[in-house]
């Protein structure tokens, strides 16, 4: 497996169109379709920076494929807090992402990281992109 691209990003919000342009950019080198990648980064980033660090800490997004061939995106925060999948409310206006990212994924989870923190990965299917 080729080292994975790597990016460090402010846990700010605005830091969210970075991960998705990383991603992209990243995707297309690989020469794969990067629309729900995208929508995936952007799950994982929001989650990083809102529940998963304080102001102006760091995000680390990586994104690799393994020898099979799928993709995986991760995201590095500080926190230990496990992401918690919510029961469906019509209701709200949030804490649906998850749902959606179980949808768009062949596989996601966490991982603790040694120094403290957590990684949390999720795996896509590795769809040439066409064009």
């Not at 994982?44 to 995106?73: F, M, P, Q, W």
């Amino acid at each position: 497996m080729p080292d994975p691209a790597t990016l460090v990003i402010k846990a700010r919000l605005e830091s969210i169109k970075e991960a998705r342009d990383f991603i992209k950019l990243v995707f297309g080198t690989w020469g794969l379709e990067d629309f729900a990648a995208r929508i995936v980064v952007s799950e994982l980033a929001t989650n990083a920076i809102k529940h998963g660090s304080r102001e102006n800490d760091l995000v680390v997004v990586r994104a690799y494929r393994r020898d099979e061939g799928c993709a995986v995106i991760e995201t590095w925060d500080r926190s230990e807090a496990l992401p918690v999948l919510q029961p469906e409310n019509y209701a709200s206006e949030s804490g649906r992402g998850l749902l959606l990212l179980e949808q768009l994924v062949t596989r996601w989870g966490t991982r603790p990281l040694t120094e403290g923190g957590k990684i949390v990965f999720a795996e896509l299917e590795a769809v040439p992109h066409e064009g």
